[in-house]
């Protein structure tokens, strides 16, 4: 502006000057002067739209300031205000963690649950206080629809194994599924049922699910999701029925035929009750009508074992009785291997002797 007004007083004063020069001057030195006196009011009039365009902009930069001073205030006033409202809510979240731990401290008793407790109230009220300054610094978010189907998706794939679990509970309701205190393997583990839960089994775990009474002292903890994506093996549904093998070493010298028919003989008189309620049962899972395509009774089988041979005894049994049929079974076949020990010794003692006679002293 001041550049200009400069530029105007200067032409301003060479106009005036052209306008005082016209005595004594010739018709074509009066046109030229009219003529530069009239490019001078052009250009005069020019440099009035400018000074007075640049007169307008310093009176809008004057309010832009203004403005400028204005917005600068309300966004530091936000700001402080956004900063008071994080710093209460962190102190909500400290006092509402606190406030819960006592009240968990006065309503719950055992040890192990409350630590429980202690964890996931902890962990909500820090999530939640942290949400809520996610919603303070960004605002609320305008796109709602996508923002939930995304959140939606999202939980859908962190929470897969809880939902599968939720799902499985009601297989195992099924009338093939699990019920408390029966025998199963969950991934190779093996165990009873002690508690089916809405998301979870518990096992008491044993070393071998075939010896009944023999704990290891473990609970174990399954997500109902093996129903549907995976296996599990339950033998309470059957009558939990097992073959069973026996191997007895005979040494060499030993009549065979008789001891395998004894132990044959032995072996179907102590398991025949049983066969026939295994094949009952079979029958009544497998819906067969007549009779089954498969039988529940013994074998015994010879196989050669370096200067002797091993008798093997197959078996159907149930596992809780395993042991006490097992032990039944070895005491009967030794008393049928030492009764022909007994009758052997006999023979020998009735049969002559043949060798050199002895002088009497």
């Known amino acids: 502006m001041a550049a200009l007004t400069a530029d105007q007083e200067k032409l301003r004063t060479e106009v005036v000057g052209l306008g005082g020069k016209g005595v004594g001057e010739s018709s074509s030195e009066r046109i030229d002067r009219l003529q530069q006196i009239s490019a001078q009011q052009n250009i005069l009039s020019i440099l009035n739209d400018r000074l007075g365009a640049q007169q ?74 942290l949400l809520l300054i996610l919603l303070i610094i960004f605002g609320v978010p305008r796109q709602m629809p996508t923002i939930l189907g995304l959140v939606t998706a999202g939980l859908t794939v962190v929470f897969q194994d809880f939902i599968l679990a939720f799902c499985g509970w009601f297989v195992l309701m099924g009338p093939n599924g699990v019920r408390v205190r029966d025998w199963v393997e969950i991934d190779g583990v093996g165990g009873e049922v002690v508690q089916l839960g809405l998301f979870r089994t518990w096992l008491l775990e044993t070393g071998n699910w075939t010896a009944s009474g023999h704990p290891t002292g473990r609970r174990v903890s ?53 066969a026939k309620m295994a094949e009952m049962e079979w029958k009544r899972v497998t819906h067969e009508e007549g009779s089954p395509q498969f039988s529940a009774m013994p074998s015994v089988n010879l196989r050669p074992a370096g200067a002797g041979v091993d008798i093997i005894i197959r078996y159907i049994t149930r596992a809780g009785v395993r042991v006490e049929t097992r032990n039944h079974l070895f005491a009967m076949i030794v008393d049928l291997m030492q009764g022909g020990s007994k009758e052997d010794r006999n023979l020998a003692a009735l049969s002559p002797q043949v060798g050199p006679k002895t002088r009497p002293s």
Request: include cysteine; aromatic fraction near 10%.
């Open 56 to 129: 307008q902009l310093v009176a809008l930069y004057g309010r832009w300031g203004e403005q400028v001073e204005l917005e600068q205030k309300i966004a530091i006033h936000l700001i402080l205000q956004s900063l008071a409202w994080i710093a209460a809510i962190c102190i909500l979240v400290i006092l509402a963690g606190w406030a819960l731990q006592l009240a968990l401290e006065k309503m719950v008793r055992d040890p192990r649950q409350k630590q429980t407790l202690k964890t996931v109230l902890n962990l909500g009220t820090q999530l939640l206080g």
């Open 222 to 274: 399954f997500l109902n999701g093996y129903a549907i994506r995976g296996k599990y093996f339950n033998f309470s549904t059957v009558g939990q029925w097992m073959w069973d093998e026996i191997k007895v070493s005979v040494p060499p010298g030993t009549d065979i035929h008789p001891l395998l028919k004894g132990i044959y003989e032995a072996t179907v008189k102590t398991t025949e009750a049983d």
